[in-house]
């Protein structure tokens, strides 16, 4: 690969710099604890063709760090997954990257036409008319973990609100039970290695044992609900019929699981996240409080400011001109979701938090004051499923605790190390834990 070496203006790094930079970022524990300063070198230093924030890289073919950049990638009719015969770089770790071979492939790793019948057949339940109308029986789920929490006068918001939360919202949609599968929580945790740039070889035998025991707890619960359907998801999937078109049982079981292991991961993060924010600037906490009209915006802004999804990637699926340049089927592209979404040419003062920053305009709206919505949700056919339904989550979680407490504060004192850190991988992005103290209203 050709080395390229810029001089002019402000990028100085060389494609093996931006390499080095990235790769340190992610595979180091100082890298992933921030991550944006690197992310801040990428967008400004590494350059390729005379654009900043983008370069040739060894783990593919471009390396993208800006926001339109990474838009474009992200929505491009040409560009999706990597199909079984394409020739993969070794991951940023240096493993080969995983793939899904034995049987059926979760929608998350097709591209259409297949990506597209799966997807049609799950989406009805995610449109955002069928998440508010679920407004009223996700703030019941809420209402005895909020609860709980306010009894004991806080706790660990991740352990105990921000995972429990989403995931008896997402059981009671899938129609999962919610009492006695505890055991499948930190399984699906393990699982997430296959697609976290971070796993080495130990959380990829982890995520392939946790793998075999997620399809047999959901290829169970399949056969149990043919034989006593409800009128959850999981039984509205397997007796849908468009077209003359069902999922196979392999299709129900891993996109099932998919559907329950998104359901709570990323929403998780967007709460704790998103608390840590809030906690880091009480003004705007404070400011929250006052306006509960802010809530949509809050959201949207604390997708931008700490993504619980930082990475993705996309392979062009037939020759392609894209980037100034013809690319042929095949070459893949790391898009950096986090950089983009600090990319100063689009949102002003980026590393500024500030909850009314949506607020002008629905984000991805079309309004002279709208802001462009931040890239955390990915784009195009890819766009997160749940992504109505996880702000929707949020804005319901934040108005509660805002209206449940009359004072939070972090818990230092119950932090190990006496400072709140994240998790050992990069591509999700969420807190271990959250201690706080609560005083109820």
Not at 325 to 349: E, K, M, T
Not at 386 to 408: N, T
């Amino acid at each position: 690969m050709p080395e390229h070496t810029v001089t002019s203006g402000s990028a100085t790094l060389s494609d093996a710099e931006a390499d080095a930079l990235l790769a340190s970022t992610i595979l180091t524990d100082v890298g992933r604890q921030d991550p944006y300063p690197a992310y801040a070198r990428l967008r400004t230093e590494a350059s390729t063709d005379g654009a900043a924030g983008r370069w040739h890289t060894a783990f593919g073919d471009l390396a993208l760090a800006g926001y339109h950049d990474c838009l474009e990638a992200l929505r491009h009719p040409r560009l999706g997954r990597p199909e079984p015969d394409m020739a993969m770089a070794d991951s940023v770790g240096g493993r080969s990257r995983v793939r899904s071979d034995d049987g059926a492939a979760s929608m998350l790793l097709l591209n259409p036409p297949d990506h597209t019948r799966i997807r049609g057949l799950v989406s009805r339940a995610f449109t955002p008319r069928r998440v508010e109308e679920l407004r009223p029986q996700i703030q019941a789920l809420l209402a005895p973990v909020l609860a709980r929490f306010a009894d004991q006068q806080g706790g660990d918001v991740m352990a105990e609100l921000a995972i429990p939360f989403p995931v008896a919202v997402i059981s009671e949609l899938l129609g999962v039970p919610r009492d006695g599968n505890e055991h499948i929580r930190p399984l699906v945790r393990d699982i997430t290695a296959f697609i976290d740039a971070a796993a080495d070889d130990v959380a990829i035998e982890r995520a392939t044992v946790a793998g075999v025991a997620l399809r047999d707890y959901f290829g169970a619960l399949i056969d149990e609900k043919r034989s006593r359907p409800d009128d959850r998801l999981l039984s509205a999937l397997i007796d849908v019929e468009e077209a003359g078109d069902r999922l196979s049982t392999d299709e129900l079981i891993v996109n099932t699981l998919l559907l329950y292991a998104a359901g709570f991961e990323t929403t998780s993060n967007l709460i704790g996240n998103g608390l840590r924010l809030l906690l880091q600037h009480p003004d705007e906490m404070a400011r929250l409080q006052a306006d509960r009209s802010l809530l949509p915006s809050a959201m949207w802004e604390i997708l931008r400011a700490d993504s619980p999804v930082q990475l993705n990637n996309r392979v062009t699926l037939t020759d392609v001109e894209l980037f100034g340049r013809r690319w042929p089927r095949g070459a893949s592209f790391i898009v950096l979701q986090g950089a983009a979404n600090l990319d100063p040419n689009v949102y002003p003062d980026p590393s500024r938090f500030d909850v009314a920053r949506f607020a002008g305009g629905a984000a991805g709206g079309t309004g002279s004051d709208a802001v462009p919505p931040p890239l955390s949700f990915g784009w195009g056919a890819h766009h997160c499923l749940g992504a109505h339904l996880a702000r929707a989550e949020g804005e319901i979680a934040f108005g509660a605790i805002l209206d449940a407490f009359d004072r939070i504060e972090l818990d230092v004192s119950a932090l190990p190390e006496g400072e709140l850190r994240y998790r050992p991988s990069f591509t999700l992005r969420g807190l271990e834990s959250l201690p706080v103290t609560v005083t109820p209203r």
